[in-house]
């Protein structure tokens, strides 16, 4: 099943708030020419669905070849922390700064942010140099007294990306202003996504070039009112961009599965423009064409017991055939680690290679042919390490925690 958008033919609504950002002429190869990143009329090729947004650069679906991993542990015992891990000589640095029972993590070259999420509602930014800490925000917004920020993404203008929530907007920050009361430098405003309780529920967000793509759940008392979407962006101007302007209101691109929460780079499309999203399924979205199919079907997971919300972080395997999928194992907290094939291919259905895991946050990164695995089993919290091309765990010392490891991500 795909979904399939109109073209979007009028001018964007906004004018540009970010100077910076510039505009750029982009040929698009069909004789029509569009002023920066945003949307352009382009006649569908065979089989294809027309391009409804135009991106100007590939996606930053994050680092390649990364040698670190940062770590949050989080037992809800004892204290959170921030530790580092050096993926080479597969050691942790633990408890360098706090953190809270809910943070997420975000990082650049330079710095390591820690966005604190439900009931905290305060952003950390920690200078890589010297692994101290640079400065700190509360997250505050009018329409919820609990804007509960959910992650932070950063762009190719610099600046930094935090949807929240609990609030209908995505807000903007720049690190760089030496006072972090002046980090805070406006917000997009996400309304005409919003239900019935004034907000969209934004999660995840992914830069490509001068668009930023959010997810929104769109729940009421946390239950599902219809569709799932990601929404498009003009970072230059700050505007949401409609992606169907023959139906009334603004339209994202509409997912086949429920919870947008987590993205990775679909290895077929050399473009960068297509992104694998994990919700009940893996789905394959076309970026551009607002279009999503299934790569990993719901009815696929079923025949290992997932279903619903038991998915919880994945990883394309090195061959790019195949992802790595965590998911609970069981009655919650129980969780392993499987592989199932893109596309209908092998293995057909989920091999669990991973069992007797705890979950946390999201715990599942691949660096090189080896994946890292967080397991908040409380009588042994610690990161295992599985060679994909031996298809075996590999016992390591030295990958154990004083608290279960919570989330991680790798660091450019």
Request: hydrophobic share 45%.
């Amino acid at each position: 099943m795909i979904r399939r958008f109109a073209l979007l033919s009028t001018a964007l609504a906004l004018a540009a708030c970010n100077p910076s950002s510039g505009s750029t002429d982009t040929d698009t190869g069909t004789g029509t020419e569009t002023d920066g990143p945003g949307t352009t009329d382009m006649s569908p090729t065979t089989g294809e669905a027309p391009v409804v947004v135009e991106l100007d650069a590939p996606c930053d679906f994050g680092p390649d070849g990364a040698t670190e991993l940062a770590l949050v542990t989080n037992d809800f015992v004892a204290p959170a922390g921030l530790g580092r891990v050096d993926t080479g000589e597969r050691q942790i640095l633990a408890d360098l700064l706090p953190a809270t029972t809910d943070t997420a993590l975000g990082a650049t070259g330079e710095w390591l942010v820690m966005v604190h999420r439900f009931g905290h509602n305060r952003i950390d930014v920690v200078d890589r140099g010297a692994w101290l800490l640079r400065g700190s925000v509360d997250v505050t917004h009018s329409a919820a007294d609990d804007p509960n920020p959910q992650g932070v993404t950063f762009a190719a203008d610099g600046l930094a990306y935090v949807p929240l929530f609990a609030a209908p907007a995505v807000q903007i920050y720049d690190f760089s202003v030496a006072e972090s009361s002046a980090w805070l430098q406006g917000e997009i405003d996400l309304s005409p996504f919003a239900d019935a309780d004034g907000s969209p529920e934004a999660g995840l967000a992914l830069a490509c070039g001068g668009v930023l793509f959010v997810g929104i759940q769109r729940l009421v008392d946390f239950a599902p009112v219809d569709s799932s979407y990601l929404v498009a962006v003009d970072l230059a101007a700050r505007a949401l961009l409609d992606l169907d302007v023959a139906t009334a209101g603004t339209q994202g691109i509409e997912l086949l599965g429920a919870y947008p929460k987590q993205v990775r780079r679909d290895p077929a499309d050399a473009a960068g423009h297509t992104a694998l999203v994990l919700t009940s399924g893996v789905e394959r979205v076309d970026l551009s064409r607002g279009t999503s199919e299934w790569a990993v079907a719901p009815e696929v997971l079923a025949e290992a017991s997932i279903d619903g919300f038991d998915p919880q972080a994945f990883v394309v395997a090195p061959d790019g055939a195949s992802i790595f999928l965590t998911a609970t194992d069981g009655d919650y907290p129980a969780a392993a680690v499987f592989q199932v094939g893109l596309d209908g291919g092998e293995p057909t259905a989920p091999v669990k290679v991973v069992a007797g895991l705890n979950s946390g946050d999201r715990m599942l990164e691949r660096i090189g042919g080896t994946l890292w695995i967080g397991d908040a089993n409380g009588a042994a919290p610690r990161l295992r390490l599985y060679d994909v091309a031996a298809a075996v765990e590999v016992e390591v010392d030295g990958l154990t925690t004083k608290a279960a490891p919570w989330t991680f991500i790798p660091l450019p």
